[in-house]
């Protein structure tokens, strides 16, 4: 993977030394329209080093994604303390939460919610526009190294629609690293891609995590990819268990 230059004010050291993330007794329930609350995380306790890949494995409906989005800040706990880069975040605003997710967190799904009609460059741009000091020259040059180090150069002008899954997802991937985010937060970005392409999109993880002491967590199915991961845990009925 090429080396491209970090963004002003994303440096990781300014984001802590301790854990990057650290969950003691989280739950989550879900209102589903009746009085009822159905929990689906039931008392999670987890702690990731920062630089940690850690593969997720679980049934359908067991709560991986659930966890992924409280990580991600995309969702809040309901009970317990959630932790990330040494700051408390339950009680922090939305303004907060969005500030500290955008910069410091790359997501990438299993489908790449890219935008199909906006070309490669202007997609893996997407994350750097909202945040402050990127003057535009800066940020084109730092979507094509990105771009370069997923492979994809000559495609930078194309419509990203026009692109393979595989291809897709590795813009995604680059996307995802737009801010140099210190986590990395992969849900099933393998799962709809055939074992090429998964391989491709798995190793690039990799680089990532080697080359820029990224932490990832990476939700999969493939036990074969799981197996390559340095630590795995399972989300079993909304309860972690440690391999
Ligand atoms: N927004 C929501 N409202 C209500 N229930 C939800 C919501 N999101 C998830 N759930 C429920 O929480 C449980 C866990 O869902 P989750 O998506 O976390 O599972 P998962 O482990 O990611 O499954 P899969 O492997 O199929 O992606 C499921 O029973 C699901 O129906
Ligand atoms: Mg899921």
């Not at 879900?30 to 159905?38: L, M, S």
């Not at 771009?147 to 194309?158: P, R, T």
């Not at 392409?197 to 995590?209: E, G, I, P, R």
């Amino acid at each position: 993977m090429a080396e491209f230059p970090a963004p002003a004010g994303t440096n990781k050291m300014a984001v802590g030394t301790g854990p990057v993330v650290q969950l003691s007794g989280v739950r989550k329930a879900y209102h589903t329209g009746t009085a009822i609350e159905t929990e689906v995380l039931h008392g999670i306790d987890l702690s990731l080093q920062p630089g940690e890949f850690c593969a997720v494995m679980g049934p359908s409906g067991s709560g991986k994604s659930t966890l992924l989005n409280l990580v991600g800040l995309l969702d809040r706990p309901t009970a317990g303390s959630l932790r990330l880069f040494d700051t408390e975040t339950t009680g922090l605003d939305d303004h907060a939460l969005t500030r500290l997710r955008g910069h410091h967190i790359g997501f990438v799904f299993q489908y790449h919610h890219l935008i199909t009609a906006f070309s490669v460059l202007e997609n893996v741009m997407m994350p750097m526009l909202g945040a402050a000091g990127f003057p535009d020259a800066a940020m084109q040059q730092r979507a094509s190294a990105l771009i370069a180090s997923v492979g994809l150069s000559q495609w930078q002008n194309q419509p990203a629609g026009k692109l393979s899954g595989g291809q897709q997802q590795r813009v995604a991937i680059a996307r995802a690293l737009a801010m140099n985010p210190a986590l990395v937060l992969a849900d099933e970005p393998t799962g709809n891609l055939d074992t090429k392409s998964a391989d491709d999109v798995f190793a690039l993880l990799q680089d990532v995590n080697r080359e820029h002491g990224t932490t990832v967590l990476f939700v999969t199915h493939n036990p074969t990819l799981a197996a390559r991961c340095p630590r795995t845990i399972h989300v079993i009925d909304g309860r972690v268990i440690e391999e």
